[in-house]
């Protein structure tokens, strides 16, 4: 098996996060919800006063993964987290050990960072994240429900509507 490497994503690495996008959105059944392109993700990633980050994951000469993320806060733990917004490997390198590198790589900048938590979304029906991330010792966070203002109710709201 070819060594994996995980690297900090430089803007020219938007199309290829974009393609990563496109195959995790197929795989979540929201290929039609994606409305981003590459010059968006350069921009809103490696932008001048970004605060989201990305990596890039190789195994060998293969680029196989990403994952995006930012820091959040804690006013409870007066500490940043990190959240993952997104990470995937293509289909064909799961069991490879990409997924679980790239958790690690994050993992350890938390860590470094001085991060109170590290979090992340999974949805529901998927099963075989779920049980990953249950076996690497994550625990769901039952109690929390996720909210959401989008599209027209986020305008509509912001709007005093």
Request: proline share 3%; aromatic share 14%; hydrophobic share 40%.
């Amino acid at each position: 098996m070819s060594e994996i490497t995980i690297r900090p994503a430089v803007p020219d690495d938007a199309e290829t996060i974009f393609y990563f996008i496109k195959e995790l959105a197929i795989y979540e059944k929201a290929e039609h919800e994606v409305v981003t392109t590459p010059d968006e993700i350069r921009t809103s990633i490696f932008g001048a006063g970004s605060t989201v980050r990305a990596l890039i994951c190789n195994i060998g000469e293969s680029v196989v993964g990403f994952a995006v993320y930012f820091f959040n806060y804690s006013t409870w733990q007066g500490k940043n987290g990190l959240y993952l917004e997104d990470l995937y490997v293509s289909h064909e390198y799961r069991g490879a050990g990409a997924g679980k590198a790239l958790l690690k790589y994050l993992a350890r900048e938390a860590v470094a960072l001085e991060c109170g938590r590290f979090e992340w979304s999974v949805l529901d029906w998927n099963t075989p994240a779920i049980e990953f991330y249950e076996s690497i010792g994550a625990k769901p966070q039952a109690e929390w429900i996720r909210y959401r203002l989008d599209g027209d109710a986020l305008t509509q709201f912001a709007a005093g509507e």
